[in-house]
């Protein structure tokens, strides 16, 4: 004989699980474009944040973050020259914005933008010489609370950049 609270403990997950699947079920559908044609996934055409979506904004987005660590394609650590500098990714919507460089006082601006999925991210900055570091289409290799490790989506070489919250 089967017993009572073990019928009920798995009876009890069957149905959490099933309401889970309706969950996701329903909001997959409202992130879908309104138009099958467009695949941008705009925020005007999604009634509420996906998940990558506000993790990425509570944990990235107008956040203060510097770099830890710079190294170029030679495989030479060039940090030094960002070792004044704090970046912010301003949101504009959940897949672009301004990009904001603050450096020995003066305020950059440039542009940011990021694919539906956040696993690329181009930066666009002009004003300092060390900005060309940044005009690359990047690919996150590591995501935590606290660090992002970027390298360059093509011809990596040895180049990465480390970004740490303030």
Request: net charge positive; charged share 25%; aromatic share 14%.
């Amino acid at each position: 004989m089967i017993n009572f609270k073990f019928k009920h403990r798995v009876i009890s997950v069957f149905a959490m699980i099933a309401v889970l699947v309706i969950f996701m079920a329903s909001c997959e559908e409202d992130n879908k474009p309104t138009n099958p044609n467009d695949t941008t996934k705009k925020d005007s055409v999604i009634d509420t944040a996906s998940f990558a979506q506000k993790v990425f904004e509570l944990y990235v987005l107008n956040k203060a973050t510097r770099i830890k660590l710079a190294i170029d394609t030679g495989g030479i650590n060039i940090t030094p020259d960002f070792s004044d500098m704090v970046i912010y990714l301003r949101k504009e919507t959940f897949y672009n914005g301004p990009l904001e460089i603050l450096a020995n006082g003066t305020k950059y601006i440039g542009t940011w933008s990021s694919n539906y999925d956040y696993s690329f991210l181009d930066l666009s900055i002009e004003g300092l010489p060390q900005f060309k570091y940044f005009e690359k289409t990047w690919r996150f290799k590591y995501k935590s609370l606290d660090l992002l490790i970027l390298v360059p989506r093509s011809n990596p070489l040895k180049k990465e950049m480390h970004l740490e919250h303030l």
